[in-house]
């Protein structure tokens, strides 16, 4: 906070320095402009200054979509999106509604989702892929296991099987409804990390490779600052820093120490969380603390790893797939709701339409009908957010036998 908050102050009292700099960059330019908090938007007012006919009013752009604000909880406020005309009455506006990524049928059911709350006064969008494409999946499943299962079913239907057990109990045919995708291509979104636990499981079992990220900062990660402590007490040890983590590791790892034992798992996905800050840091420590200090464990996400993509929805945004699994359609996980606090609605139907907007060419979104949720067995109905997807961009399909099927035996006779 810092950053932020030591720039500001010292910009204030010296009018002459904020002067300094504003004449040093003349020209900005911000990036998801929703999602600034306050001491961000006091600095942009020091550095970018909105003075009608004075020359030192700066050139300043601002780029985002407050139907994207998501981040209130870090302390973001979509109002000074919204106010931005009054902050700067001349400011040209340019709307961007031409959308590459997705398919005209994904488009408009991000449209429909967000059209009740949408804070862009007539919003359009228009898909420039030819071709409607393939209908948003709507499914239930019996349980948060089985939710989990039917994603590994619908993914070894849309790869053409994904090893030769797929092939020998009948989960698949000879090939899947999508030609040409990888496991690189999916994502599989959710709202909190707690709903993770069954679909890791489940991909694990089926050999199907994943990387699991979320938004948290890496030194809230279990193991992160054990592995960070034994690199500063050793600051002069030379060499890479990647070899001394697989070091650091083994020394905080007591012998005999069993290969599924939680401590030693905790260190290992830790390491391998912090390995590509340190394949890019090298022998640079005093960089490689910052980076981390500083990083959230979303930025260690490789889009080059053949890998399924399991992220919570805030951890999304910003990326793209052409497959997008999206699960706990449920009243009470999204919109999130907490027993006697009033929940914010408007911004957890912005948070589903950020899900939506990620997929490329396939969209699913799956819910239980029971799932265990803060300790409790509880009885879950769809979430309302679902009922505004009109019948023009979805299909209800019903929960399919996941069960292995066991071959008929050939007659001798």
Excluded at 63 to 82: E, H, K, M, N, T
Excluded at 248 to 254: H, K
Aim: glycine share 8%.
């Amino acid at each position: 906070d810092d950053l932020l908050l030591k720039p500001l102050a010292l910009l204030g009292a010296r009018p002459d320095l904020a002067e300094h700099y504003r004449r040093r960059f003349r020209w900005i330019s911000i990036d998801e402009y929703q999602d600034i908090d306050p001491l961000q938007y006091a600095l942009i007012r020091l550095l970018a200054p909105s003075v009608p006919g004075s020359p030192e009013t700066a050139n300043l752009c601002a780029i985002g979509d407050p139907d994207q604000s998501i981040y209130s909880f870090r302390g973001a406020d979509v109002s000074f999106f919204l106010r931005f005309r009054e902050d700067y009455p001349g400011a040209r506006v340019v709307h961007l509604t031409r959308n590459y990524r997705s398919t005209r049928t994904v488009v408009e059911a991000g449209c429909q989702a967000i059209r009740p709350t949408s804070l862009v006064p007539d919003r359009r969008l228009t898909a420039v892929r030819p071709g409607p494409g393939e209908a948003v999946v709507i499914q239930t499943a019996a349980s948060e296991r089985a939710e989990a299962e039917l994603v590994v079913h619908t993914l070894e239907q849309l790869l053409g099987g994904t090893s030769a057990f797929s092939f020998d109990s009948g989960r698949v045919g000879n090939g899947g409804d999508t030609a040409g995708l990888s496991f690189s291509d999916v994502a599989v979104l959710y709202r909190t990390e707690a709903q993770a636990a069954p679909l890791t499981e489940a991909l694990s079992r089926s050999g199907i490779p994943f990387q699991k990220r979320s938004h948290r900062r890496l030194v809230e990660q279990p193991g992160i600052q054990a592995l960070l402590e034994k690199l500063r007490l050793n600051p002069g040890t030379d060499g890479d820093i990647e070899p001394r983590l697989d070091q650091a590791v083994r020394d905080l790892t007591p012998a005999g120490t069993a290969e599924d034992d939680p401590v030693r798992t905790a260190l290992l996905t830790a390491a391998d969380l912090l390995r590509p800050f340190a394949l890019r840091c090298r022998d640079e420590l005093d960089g490689f603390l910052s980076e981390i200090a500083l990083g959230g464990e979303v930025d260690t996400w490789d889009p080059r790893a053949e890998r399924v993509s399991l992220l919570t929805l805030h951890a999304s945004k910003g990326l793209e797939f052409p497959v997008v699994f999206l699960l706990g359609c449920e009243d009470g996980i999204l919109p999130l709701t907490w027993p006697g606090e009033p929940a914010d609605i408007a911004e957890e139907r912005r948070l589903f339409f950020v899900g939506l907007t990620r997929a490329g060419s396939r969209l699913f979104l799956f819910s239980s009908r029971q799932r265990n949720w803060r300790g409790q067995s509880l009885e879950t109905r769809p979430s309302p957010f679902l009922e505004d997807l009109g019948p023009d961009v979805v299909e209800f399909r019903r929960q399919p036998d996941l069960g292995p099927r066991r071959p008929e035996q050939m007659r001798l006779l």
